[in-house]
């Protein structure tokens, strides 16, 4: 082949590859990284799968709006629910645990050391809760679950579970309901100057009423309602969660298990734990 033919093949083998090769880089600016609100939402949403993955081992037939059609469900758990696959629990659409640590001030739940740390590793987002005891006070109960509690950044608010406990061996005392709340909000200001989150409240039904615990200033409700939505049960409570049935069918977990909804969207729940 005579050399400027050769070199005319080069030129146009050249311009080929170029055409080939497209725009340059700067034609397509890498997107900005995510912010930490909407880094929040995709870890939300990592571990949150469609409600179908869950159960009821004695469902109930819901009017008005039922808790499917809330996007984040959870569960609180105790020893009696034995040992847990927490991995399975998370692969179900599970989005947070609760466990129980205490009781009173003197009982720590058996099962909570393994619980936190099978939740963490998991990857299921998770909290403590503790069970009032009406014959102690509420300091002591507060210096009980800390001693039991790691102090944790990540971890969800505390819960001070209120209800009378009528099956109780050793208290069945039931004070007046100004005690009660007195009681009650000494025990959240502890918790909330040690652990920086002010806990929340779960109660039930009768308590509710019969105390007045809905006028806590400042606080957050879990509330329990196994046969009707909240907004019929409490009218005029907000809430943050609700226990809507403690029957639950969760792979990972043997038997039946509480199962509870957050009041909001996946977007709302990412806010509501930064």
């Known amino acids: 082949m005579p050399f400027p033919a050769l070199q005319t093949l080069r030129v146009s083998l050249l311009l080929l590859l170029l055409a080939c090769a497209g725009p340059e880089r700067a034609d397509y600016p890498m997107p900005p990284p995510a912010t ?7 870890a939300a949403r990592a571990v949150t799968t469609p409600f179908p993955a869950f159960g009821d081992f004695n469902p109930h037939e819901w009017s008005g709006r039922a808790p499917s059609a809330y996007p984040v469900h959870g569960i609180d758990v105790s020893r009696w629910q034995g040992e847990i696959d927490w991995t399975a629990v998370r692969s179900a659409g599970v989005a ?5 640590a205490t009781e009173g001030g003197d009982h720590a739940d058996m099962s909570f050391p393994d619980n936190w740390q099978g939740a963490a590793r998991a990857g299921v987002p ?27 950044p990540a971890a969800l608010p505390p819960v001070l579970d209120m209800e009378w406990n009528h099956l109780s061996p050793t208290c069945t005392r039931r004070p007046p309901a100004a005690t009660v709340r007195a009681e009650a909000a000494r025990f959240l200001d502890i918790l909330t100057a040690h652990y920086g ?3 929340i409240v779960y109660t039930t039904v009768d308590f509710y009423r019969e105390t007045g615990i809905g006028a806590l200033p400042d606080t957050e409700f879990w509330l329990r309602s196994v046969a009707g939505h909240p907004e019929s049960v409490y009218p005029g409570q907000r809430w943050s969660l609700w226990q809507y049935t403690g029957t639950g069918r ?11 909804v957050f009041a909001g969207s996946v977007e709302d729940w990412a ?4």
């Open 271 to 274: 806010r509501w734990r930064q």
């Open 96 to 100: 947070f645990a609760y466990m129980k």
């Open 197 to 199: 989150q002010r806990p």
């Open 250 to 260: 969760v792979p990972g977990i043997s038997g039946p298990v509480d199962i509870n």
């Open 126 to 152: 998770r909290g403590a809760f503790h069970f009032f005891y009406f014959c102690r006070p509420a300091a002591e109960q507060a210096a009980w679950f800390i001693r039991h509690v790691p102090r944790d």
């Open 36 to 42: 930490p609100a909407q880094a929040a939402v995709a």
